[in-house]
């Protein structure tokens, strides 16, 4: 089972977005597209076969939240909640699934670059 990851932002990310922070994170990975676009995943290349590259985090579509009750009832370890969240603005709920291990670490590194460049918060639900 992957680990799961949530970030909360007042900005939709972007491909953009993601490929800069991988890029800080770590320049040798790059950004593939899944399921017709469904889902982003970033891998890290494969120098010998730059066409392949393992999957270090998949990132799903962004959704709109409207009801601010919802996201305190599906993330209770967030208790500080951002000042930006119920303040009507828009908030966007995107999810991200890593692996286990080293890969899985760069990964949430990546997602929590993405959220920070976002203003937003990564919360990782494995407790970890």
Known sequence: MPRELVVLSPTAPDARVLVEAG?????????R?????AVHQVVR??????SQGAGVVSIMQPLQVDNVAEVRRLLPTL????P???AGQPVWWVEAVAPWGDLG??????VQEMAA???GVCVVQDGE
């Not at 890029?23 to 950004?31: E, K, N, R, S, T």
């Open 84 to 86: 930006w969240l119920g």
């Open 23 to 31: 890029a800080a994170v770590d320049p040798d990975l790059g950004l």
């Open 33 to 37: 597209t899944l399921h017709d676009g």
């Open 45 to 50: 290349v494969d120098p010998a076969d730059p």
């Open 79 to 82: 208790t500080a909640l951002p």
């Open 117 to 119: 460049r976002l203003g």
């Open 105 to 110: 670490r760069t990964g949430i590194a990546v």
